[in-house]
């Protein structure tokens, strides 16, 4: 394979910027924050830092209800900030990924409320406006994501119509059948990539593709309000702005659950770079399900889509809480973490993740989300708050959402000088794939173990690793047979305990829920 892209190489970090660092003490994480710890994330040997969306917004969703997409919100700063940002990145190494949300504005955006002024403004058409049903009622029965929320649809009195929006009332859907509305986002693309941004994560992608008939889902074979075959031309629009300039990528959310689908974004060569994969996301823990799902990318990729890993974001919960089964959440973060770095493709680390934090418990009266995801999003543990105070080194106002329970133990200052914490296993990862191209480029084969364990080989002309997880939570024969028996030397586990060197793989046994990588003879 020829020279990686820096979106291959090594991982993307997100930060969710409200929840990362706050540098003016108003309790809410900002782009100086960010900008003070980015020596924290160069250690991490992380290769690219996503945000989450810090433009102008009255914050509904938390961002992803954008008023102006060329403007940062004053909670996080100013656009001169966001030069400087951009500029550390670039002189730390780094690359930096906006996210892009075409698929819907805010309610507050000017398009949005020269639209809903009269049926005859020349913005009208830039979002979805129907009549009511015959009988009354919304158009068809399309729902929010969101369940709270019920009906996609919310009649606007005044003219009589409604609009549609996929997510929350606030976040009405632009018509991207409409061309002034492509063009314009379009225009949102090149603004930053004209300012140095290396790349867009794509919010809710598949939603700008709907039924332009706006037919029912029920009695019908597939969805109508996402995922139409308007997607590919729309994807390609987008990559043609994004290779007018150079090195740049384009991840999307294809929140779809079918790989065929998922890779048909990708395969062409033409449309995106990367993929988030929910069909991986969202598994069970459980080995033959996670075989399955990374076996199936592989074959229909065909060698012509790259893989991308992730089981943690802002909209999940996190992984030490999801697989917190018979007390093995913490080992298992610490698996996944090394499953994401190990796997051919490119990992996706939700921060917070490289310290094996489980989701926060948020009293009711704290609660702020529409769709019950404040958990995952708590404010990340800088300091121990019995030195820093109640705001663990996050801010020194009143956190917007409390700290994890265990912030003293699991804060980064108490891992930082733990050789055998979540985060130096995590600095370790990177620097290995790093160090070995094979972790990289190499090709992948899975290789034959029982249930419960995942076993894969990665290999190139100088190197061939295995790596194998334990997904059980008692003490497990490796167990692989063809072609990875012998000797090996062993380069990492996951579980502090484990000597490394030399080990037997005909009798090694692993740990509940180990994750290990062992070095074998070429
Ligand atoms: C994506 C985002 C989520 C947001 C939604 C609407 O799924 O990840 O946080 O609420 O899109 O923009």
């Not at 996706?348 to 702020?368: K, M, S, T």
């Not at 699991?410 to 794939?433: K, Y």
């Amino acid at each position: 394979m020829a020279e990686p892209a820096w979106w291959q190489r090594g991982a993307i970090y997100q930060i969710y910027p409200r929840s990362f660092a706050d540098a003016d003490g108003d309790g809410v994480g900002d782009l100086r924050g960010i900008i003070t710890r980015l020596g924290y994330l160069s250690a991490l040997g992380v290769e690219a830092v996503w945000l989450s969306p810090v433009f102008a917004s009255p914050m509904a969703d938390f961002g992803y209800d954008v008023s102006d997409y060329c403007d940062i919100d004053p909670t996080f700063g100013t656009l001169a900030d966001m030069d400087e940002l951009i500029a550390q990145c670039h002189a730390a190494g780094m690359k930096i990924v906006l996210d892009w949300v075409p698929n819907h504005s805010s309610d507050r955006h000017p398009w949005f409320v020269a639209s809903r002024s009269s049926r005859d403004d020349p913005k009208r058409d830039w979002y979805v406006w129907r009549d009511p049903a015959p009988g009354g009622g919304p158009p068809n029965d399309w729902l929010s994501t969101f369940r709270a929320c019920g009906s996609a649809w919310t009649l606007d009195a005044p003219t009589g119509q409604y609009y549609l929006h996929s997510f929350m009332p606030e976040q009405p859907d632009l018509n991207w059948d409409n061309p002034e509305v492509e063009a314009a986002m379009h225009d949102v693309l090149r603004f930053w990539l004209d300012r140095g941004v290396d790349g867009f994560r794509l919010d809710a992608i598949a939603k700008i593709a709907k039924d332009p008939l706006l037919r029912d889902h029920v009695g019908a074979a597939r969805r109508h309000d996402e995922d139409w075959e308007t997607i590919h031309p729309r994807l390609r629009g987008i990559r043609v702005v994004v290779d007018e300039y150079e090195d740049r990528m384009i991840v999307g959310e294809v929140a779809l659950q079918d790989l065929h689908r998922v890779v048909s974004y990708l395969k062409s060569g033409d449309q995106l770079h990367l993929a988030h994969n929910f069909v991986f996301a969202e598994l069970e823990w459980e080995a033959d399900g996670f075989r399955t799902s990374i076996d199936d990318f592989e074959a229909l990729a065909e060698g012509r889509a790259w893989p991308a890993w992730f089981l943690a974001n802002h909209d999940k919960p996190r992984v030490a809480s999801r697989f917190a089964a018979d007390g093995q959440g913490p080992r298992r973060a610490r698996a996944v973490a090394l499953m994401l770095y190990a796997l051919r493709g490119t990992p996706f680390v939700y921060q917070g993740e490289e310290l094996g934090l489980p989701d926060a418990e948020i009293p009711v009266d704290r609660v702020v989300d529409v769709d019950g995801r404040d958990p995952e999003r708590a404010p990340l543990p800088w300091r121990r708050p019995s030195a820093a105070g109640p705001g663990g080194g996050f801010t020194t106002g009143e956190p917007w959402l409390p700290l994890v329970a265990d912030a003293e133990r699991l804060c980064v200052e108490a891992q930082d000088e733990d050789p055998r914490s979540t985060l130096a296993l995590v600095r370790r990862l990177a620097a290995l794939r790093a160090e070995f191209r094979v972790l990289q480029t190499g090709a992948q084969r899975s290789v034959d173990a029982a249930e419960p364990v995942l076993a894969w080989l990665r290999e190139d002309a100088s190197d061939r690793l295995l790596a194998a997880v334990n997904f059980a939570a008692a003490e497990t024969p490796l167990g692989v047979g063809d072609g990875a028996g012998g000797r090996g030397t062993l380069v990492l586990s996951t579980d502090p305990d484990r000597a490394e060197g030399e080990v037997d793989l005909g009798a090694l046994a692993l740990a509940p829920s180990e994750a290990v990588l062992v070095r074998l003879p070429r």
